[in-house]
């Protein structure tokens, strides 16, 4: 990808980039809508991700190119927040590397000209957009020289989400991206930022962990991520803690609740909470098979409790499960992207043509999968080029 993209650099600046920084997507293994609730989570990166060629600009201006979107776009880093210039469709994806420079203005970068490369799926629930925003963030720190050390780019980064895109998304997915290590899962408490890298070898065990791209597409920048989280905050407002991460006594809070719905998303965030602890005591032991019956609860509570499945991502996990796998469950925000599945690594294959066929009796389109093998998290890939 570096070559193509350092010569895509020269076609469309006419001048060589300083080099090639790469930021992965992550799967969060478990613990789904609890970053935001000040909970623990447990990603680990893929070897996907996003990558960026760059050269400094001393101009004030920040211009984005990709080899998987349409026009450049062009804008002032000194700008207000792009969710408020209300920019049109075809320039969405370059809120994400623009929103980042506006953030980062504050802390002593400044312009450059990007061409963005991605052989991560988009909309696949595999964090494109986190990755984006921290190649961005890598490469901008370097060519302004600004020390920031990765848990703070990483609070940047989602600041410039929330702030410039719109989008309220928790920590996770930029931490992922910037701290994770190979063979290593990152368990991350999202209140205090602190976090732990936790042994995950799939293969180790005779185990395989696919991703399956349900086709499904989803926008989180749409209502029903923004929902779930505003029932959360209000529910944490009646229940007079700070976040959900607070609530101790389960059955007790909920008895207090009048609002059934509002008590169905705080036992799936408790109770997330609890299973992640629970999986990083299973890595930690080397019980990696007895992870299934937590993906399985933890699907079960996304979909009933916290009600962000849909139909894909059912109809996978339970062909899976039937086919040998021994848990899986939808990853991400919900409402489209992607679901993983652990299996035996003799019964992968097995596993992939049982959900392929029960995608065909629907007719709905073919899934993707993916080997998921824990990688590490972004860096600089390219030495600067000399002429």
Known sequence: MSDRLRAGFAAAYGREPEGVWHAPGRVNLIGEHTDYNDGLVLPFALPLGVSAAAARRDDGVIEVRSHQAGEPVTAPVDGGTVVSEGWPPERAWAAYPVGVARVLREHGAGGASLLIDSDLPQGAGLASSAALECATALALCDLHNVEIDRPALARLAQRAENEQVGMPCGLMDQSASLLCEDGRALMLDCRSGLSAQVPFDPAASGLTLLVVDTRASHALTGGEYGRRRAECEEAAALLGVAALRDVKDLAGTLGTLRDPV?????????????????????????????????????????????????????????????????????????FGGSVIVLAPAAKAGRVRDAIAAAYAKRGWTAPEFLDAVPSGGAARVTAPWRR
Do not use: Y
């Open 262 to 334: 509002l008590r169905r998303r705080v036992q799936h965030v408790v109770t997330e909470n609890h299973r992640v602890e629970a999986t990083v005591g299973l890595l930690r032991a080397g019980a990696v098979p007895d992870l299934g019956a937590m993906l399985n609860a933890s699907h079960l509570s996304l979909r009933d409790q916290f009600e962000v499945s849909w139909p894909e991502a059912d109809t996978a996990v339970d062909a899976a499960l039937r086919a040998g796998a021994r848990g899986g469950r939808m990853v991400g925000g919900g």
